[in-house]
């Protein structure tokens, strides 16, 4: 893993901090097929590095007093983000929204340099009565995280909300595969990295990574078939003096895109 993309990690860690929603019933036409034996394979490219992950619905899990669909991948591997964030984890459907409960194991092919154990409850990943920009939960997902880089005590503030988007008839995947009746959701992660540096007495804060949107996943699904595709852009800047005492580089860019290729619904 190199080292521009330690802090990218770090914070993706809030993308799954525990949150929670009120019920709706909303209208629950558009059908989201979760059914025992239900599967879907994802070819992944990861800026030119090709893999697969097969997702899986295995049975009901009981969590909370609630039941939800258990997802799993092939051999417990997954390298694609969506398949990633999904495995091992519960969703259930309440009115026009999926709702995500479990814990997360970041992609296995992103080769992490730390252990992340995240948590997550009723997180809403889906709702198709939202209008494009509508925000999903009711209000933004905010945390601090403490790690240790190097030495240094690193504090991490996120804010992450998730998006209605687009609502298409037909919908074209860049891969010139052709879905209908696809809703879009877009989930944002905004991020500012800190640490402090003792001179004697005196405590100097610094700013690693000013406050920027650092992930932004658009996750496209289609009526009775599921995600047929996801577009996942992480970007940062940092300033180049701090890059430098960091030994990272000022700037980091990564784009994964997932496409749905075999699948099986009831």
């Known amino acids: 893993m190199k080292k521009s993309m330690i802090f990218t990690f770090l914070c993706a860690s809030s ?3 525990s949150c929670s929603n009120d019920e709706e019933s909303g209208n629950s036409n558009f059908n989201i097929p979760l059914v025992d034996g239900n599967y879907w394979t994802y070819d992944v490219n990861s800026a030119g590095t090709l893999s697969r992950d097969s997702l899986y619905i295995v049975g009901d899990v009981e969590i909370n007093s609630k039941t939800y669909k258990k997802f799993q991948t092939k051999d417990d591997v997954a390298t694609g983000f ?3 964030s999904l495995r ?4 259930r459907k309440s009115g026009s929204k999926l709702l995500m409960t479990g814990n997360l194991s ?3 092919g992103q080769d992490l340099p730390i252990n992340l154990d995240l948590s997550l409850t009723d997180f809403v990943i889906f709702n198709s009565n939202a ?7 009711s209000s933004p997902v905010t945390g601090t995280i403490e ?8 504090t991490i503030n996120y804010s992450l909300q998730s998006y209605g988007g687009e609502t298409l008839t037909t919908f074209t995947s860049s891969n010139g595969d052709i879905y209908d009746n ?3 959701t877009k989930i944002k992660l905004n991020v500012k990295v800190t640490t402090v540096q003792t001179i004697g007495s005196i405590t100097i804060p610094i700013t690693i990574l000013a406050p920027q949107d650092l992930i932004i996943s658009t996750i496209y699904t289609a009526e009775n078939i599921g995600v047929v595709y996801v577009n996942t852009d992480t970007n940062y800047s940092i300033n180049s003096t701090i890059a430098d005492q960091f030994g990272i580089p ?3 860019s990564q784009n994964q895109k997932e496409y749905l290729d075999l699948y099986m619904v009831n």
Do not use: D, R, W
Request: without cysteine; aromatic residues 12%.
């Open 147 to 154: 790690e240790t880089y190097q030495g240094y005590p690193i």
């Open 15 to 17: 993308l799954f901090i």
């Open 106 to 108: 970041l992609a296995s």
């Open 82 to 84: 969506y398949s990633s």
């Open 182 to 184: 696809v809703k879009a």
């Open 88 to 91: 091992n984890n519960g969703v």
């Open 131 to 137: 209008s494009n920009g509508q925000s999903l939960n």
């Open 250 to 252: 000022a700037t980091g």
